[in-house]
């Protein structure tokens, strides 16, 4: 018979022994599953990410989705070095990705190679590659795409662009909607295509996010709102948009990694939220998350076609894409998130960005409000905030219908 004493020295010892070799630790309450002597393929991950704008935020919310994927062992972030380290997302790559790997080069010298690229990387190789940087297939984008072929990378992961289409006016946009065949995405297209890499890419439109380095699009509506000034909208208002959370573009740019086959068969996805708003809904939702009521307010819709777009964020007309494909290719589960809720937390960052109290050129809002015939006012409400000498004596009335 086996003392109690004993029986619990050989349940330890037996513990110890299956930690060891399932490689189980445990640190501060996390747990790590190595998987030892798994048949599951662990591959490494390359993300090439650009110096900010638009698309800023989708590196740092790609490797963090790459962490939690059970397909990738290590992530390596190749960096722009013209980023500003003292910005969002690029500041908190040490406190929020920690584990990933940052490599800092230029990526806009034209001359490199894809030896030189390789050289820059330490000599490693890439099973999976996720490219938010190129514009085209020369310089860095060029060695991108040749070093996945010599890697022999299972999947090259472009993010493209939704700009790229020409509306035929089928909405949403369709994958097989027509392309600006000089487009630098669609070259970086045809030239992975035709080098035989596993290329798949996504065309992603309007991205927010809590770190982006861009913010224009929602901050156009807020920097209005908060000052009680016009809202210059143009036409009827009516045309759709769709604004995505980085997190959920990050999660839709890495789901090709759970059916590879149909993601590279496919090839084209559109990248976006299922959620399509109206310009004047994006108004009143940008207007109840800063408390304002909507009898509060002033939109100016005003004829786009005689004054132009003016520093309006978004397209004269319907342009916007919907994850229909990646949904039924993919398996992709949809947004997480919701632009009516995201707006409480934007709203709270604007402010606190100083978005408020900013300076700001309202000239051109000035021209369009003053030019229509549904809006009497003598530019006393843009002194206020745009103090500068207002010459109108060659403004004409516009005869609007």
């Known amino acids: 018979m086996i003392k109690s004493s004993s029986l619990s020295i050989i349940l330890a010892a037996f513990l110890s022994t299956s930690a060891s070799a399932f490689g189980i630790s445990n640190h501060y309450g996390s747990q790590t599953i190595k998987r030892a002597g798994s048949s599951l393929s662990m591959s490494s991950a390359l993300i090439i990410q650009n110096k900010g704008g638009g698309h800023g935020e989708l590196g740092f919310q790609i490797a963090k989705a790459l962490e939690l994927n059970e397909k990738i062992t290590s992530v390596t972030i190749l960096q722009d070095d013209a980023c500003n380290d003292e910005r969002e997302p690029f500041k908190s790559y040490g406190s929020d990705i920690p584990n990933v790997n940052i490599v800092k080069t230029s990526l806009a010298d034209e001359s490199m190679t894809s030896e030189s690229l390789k050289e820059i990387l330490g000599g490693k190789s890439f099973e999976y590659v996720w490219d938010n940087a190129s514009k085209g297939p020369v310089g860095s984008g060029k060695a991108i795409c040749d070093c996945a072929k010599e890697w022999d990378t299972k999947l090259l992961t472009y ?84 604004l995505t959370n980085s997190e959920d573009v990050a999660s839709l740019l890495t789901a090709a990694l759970g059916n590879e086959e149909a993601a590279i068969e496919q090839r084209f996805f559109n990248c976006g939220t299922d959620q399509i708003y109206t310009y004047d809904e994006v108004a ?118």
């Open 159 to 242: 993010v493209s662009s939704a700009g790229i289409y020409q509306p035929t006016g089928e909405f949403p946009m369709p994958e097989t909607t027509p392309v600006k065949e000089s487009a630098g995405q669609n070259q970086y297209d045809n030239y992975a295509v035709e080098l035989g890499v596993p290329l798949v890419s996504f065309r992603p439109q309007y991205i927010y996010g809590k770190k982006a380095s861009k913010n224009d699009y929602l901050d156009w509506f807020f920097d209005r709102l908060v000052r009680e000034l016009p809202l210059p909208i143009p036409s009827s208002g009516s045309q759709k948009v769709s």
């Open 284 to 401: 009143y939702m940008c207007a109840e998350a800063a408390g304002i009521s909507k009898d509060n307010v002033n939109i100016e819709h005003y004829d786009h076609e005689s004054l132009g777009k003016a520093t309006f964020p978004f397209r004269m007309t319907d342009f916007y894409v919907a994850p229909d494909t990646a949904k039924d290719k993919l398996g992709w589960g949809g947004p997480k998130d919701s632009l009516k809720d995201d707006l409480k937390w934007y709203y709270e960052g604007y402010v606190q960005r100083g978005g408020s109290e900013k300076k700001m050129d309202l000239a051109k809002d000035w021209e369009i409000v003053i030019g229509s015939k549904t809006y009497e006012d003598d530019g006393s409400i843009y002194q206020k905030w745009n103090p500068v000498e207002l010459d109108i004596s060659n403004i004409k009335e516009l005869n609007v219908e």
